[in-house]
């Protein structure tokens, strides 16, 4: 495994990369600011080795941003509405950073600290952070860990460890963006996705707010059972795209996290990149990248809407609020544990 400088962070704390390389010269990079998952190199049909994932060059780019490219989110991954919830009886408020709710746990995201090392091999490395009451607001001292490990068979597994001494929230999730032609490619619409559910979670309004709702996917735009072109229908006249500007909505894999299944498969036909996404989560949000805006990503890429999509596996949005969706919350004596991983082959 390789170290390099990756830049000092707005406290001037030195950062770091981490390059971590297989036998069929797959390489992913990984750095210690926001534990984030900066580059996935693996090979096209042709034998060329194309970065699969978006990001940046150093952490200041990644401070400056706030696509959340990569990174590990949380202690709360997607919503939570009004920013609020009851946790044994007691109202806990957070910093509202979407509007009048929270988004992603706030200002303060696991995204933008400076994880420890904890132990490192040729093949995985594993991030430590304690995050304390007043870090985001959740309640009790949570010890997460994130380890990203790089398999023989060009599986990128993303694992999840906490312990809390309080009960409180532990929803976290990877917030890569991936384009399966190379992350400077452009536009990702013509890329085939199918995820394996059936039903999602509508949202009430432009908030991105779930109903409460699980609702069928069939008969509608959301249907991926088939895989199918990303934007052959992100622009139907169906309210839901029209709330969020395109797919920003979480899919129901099951009605409780612990079972690992295929999630989701994606093809890029141009390279012959695919992959298979697998979760032990009960649900995906899936987004298509619909505010990215004009930016400069890797290498000088320029990045635009609709350049990379997401499949983050999560408890449902706002999950801790919601009496009919699953428990994103830990309790004291429990360790939670959760993985994902992508796993990338041509055809």
């Known amino acids: 495994m390789k170290k390099l400088p990756f830049g000092k962070n707005t406290q001037g704390k030195e950062t770091s990369l981490y390059i971590l390389k297989n036998q069929n010269n797959a390489t992913i990079k990984v750095s210690d600011h926001g534990a984030t998952l ?74 933008r600290i400076l994880w420890e090392v904890k132990e490192h091999t040729d093949n995985h490395i594993t991030f430590f952070h304690l995050s304390r009451e007043e870090e985001q ?85 959301m249907d991926f059972r088939v895989m199918k072109p990303i934007g052959q229908d992100i622009n139907a006249d169906f309210e839901q795209l029209k709330f969020g500007g395109g797919y920003d909505h979480n899919y ?42 004009e930016q400069t990503g890797k290498g000088g890429a320029a990045y635009c809407d609709r350049c990379g999509f997401c499949l983050e596996s999560q408890f449902y949005p706002d999950g801790v609020n919601q009496e009919n969706f699953p428990s994103p919350l830990i309790h004291p004596g429990e360790e939670f544990t959760t993985k994902t991983i992508y796993r990338f082959y041509t055809k």
């Open 38 to 111: 900066v580059s996935v190199l693996v090979p096209d049909k042709n034998g060329n080795i194309q970065d699969v994932v978006l990001g940046y060059d150093s952490t200041a780019e990644y401070e400056n941003h706030t696509c959340y490219f990569g990174a590990s989110v949380g202690r709360n991954g997607n919503r939570i509405d009004k920013a609020q919830m009851v946790i044994d009886g007691t109202l806990c408020q957070l910093t509202a950073n979407e509007g009048e709710h929270n988004l992603h746990s706030g200002p303060n995201g696991f995204e």
């Open 137 to 221: 607001g959740f309640p009790g001292n949570l010890a997460v860990e994130v380890t990203y490990t790089l398999t023989d068979d060009n599986a990128v597994e993303i694992s999840y460890k906490g312990k809390t001494d309080k009960t409180t929230v532990m929803n976290c999730t990877n917030h890569s963006y991936f384009n399966l032609a190379g992350h400077g490619s452009g536009s990702m619409q013509q890329q085939y996705l199918q995820i394996l559910a059936e039903g999602y979670t509508p949202v009430r309004d432009k908030t991105a707010i779930p109903t409460g709702e699980i609702a069928p996917v069939e008969g509608t735009p």
């Open 252 to 293: 129901v894999l099951s009605d409780k996290p612990g079972e690992m299944k295929v999630m989701a498969n994606a093809y890029c036909e141009e390279t012959g990149i695919a992959m298979e996404a697998s979760t032990d989560c009960c649900g995906v949000q899936f987004y298509a990248g619909n505010f990215i805006g």
